[in-house]
């Protein structure tokens, strides 16, 4: 998995739209697969236009992250969350702001509102996910 500051890196050197939403699909492209036995409600991320699973596993301090979409960008937004936030502990998941650290992408003036909403959702799930292990 490339980390949040490579993606960041590689991010800002696309200077036009359409190669940044390219780069997003080919990151979700890139996930590990997502397990289909987590495919279920109970992972299924509410606010979403389009179908989302998160699914977090510990390891030791640290909270793993799996995701997954049906939709090739907001599957792209999947796999920016999860190199922000997987691997971290709670309390760093918690320390995080997502406002300050997603904005060098400029994401909001380029998203159409649902999936903003949707990247809004995602992370308060993976918030509410790190309160409950805190």
């Not at 997003?24 to 697969?33: M, W, Y």
């Not at 606010?47 to 030791?60: K, M």
């Amino acid at each position: 998995m490339t980390s949040f500051d490579d993606i960041a890196g590689d991010f800002a050197f696309l200077d036009e739209w359409d190669d940044r939403y390219k780069y997003l699909i080919d990151l979700g492209r890139n996930l590990e697969p997502y397990p289909e036995e987590h495919r279920d409600e109970a992972h299924k991320v509410r606010g979403c236009a389009s179908q989302v699973w998160l699914h977090a596993s510990e390891d030791g301090d640290a909270i793993v992250l799996k995701g997954d979409s049906d939709a090739h960008i907001v599957k792209g937004l999947v796999a920016l969350l999860i190199a922000l936030y997987s691997g971290k502990s709670s309390q760093e998941i918690m320390a995080v702001d997502p406002q300050a650290a997603l904005a060098p992408f400029d994401l909001e003036g380029h998203l159409t509102p649902q999936r903003s909403n949707g990247l809004a959702s995602m992370i308060k799930r993976i918030r509410e996910i790190a309160a409950q292990d805190a």
